[in-house]
């Protein structure tokens, strides 16, 4: 079963040690991220198996370079979550225009939906 894993650091420096952290210690793979109060809060989204993810999050929480203001892993995400992961992805992706939906919207959303 997929489920998607988040954290949110202080810096955008310590949201990509958090993801490199994730990544090296479990089988997940980076979705997305967003960037709030100009960088000085960031969220980073990983998926995989609910093992994986669970271990991820749990090791970047003990050793990113600043404490997560804030993590979850979401086992069995519903799919309204996997639509705001789509538009995430896509915005970061740069296919999207400003006040549309991203043309690749629906690809998105199926590649991430048939993942999970």
Request: aromatic share 2%.
């Amino acid at each position: 079963m997929k489920s998607l894993g988040l954290i949110e650091v202080e810096s955008v420096a310590a949201a990509i040690d958090s993801l490199d952290i994730m990544c090296k210690s479990a089988a997940v793979e980076f979705v997305t991220w967003e960037r709030k109060l100009g960088g000085r809060l960031v969220t980073v989204v990983v998926r995989g198996e609910v093992s994986a993810v669970t271990a991820a999050v749990e090791s970047a929480v003990s050793s990113c370079i600043k404490t997560p203001c804030a993590h979850a892993v979401i086992a069995n995400p519903h799919e309204e979550t996997n639509r705001i992961m789509a538009v995430s992805a896509a915005r970061m992706s740069g296919k999207q225009t400003k006040n549309s939906e991203p043309e690749s919207m629906s690809l998105v959303q199926d590649n991430f939906v048939q993942e999970v």
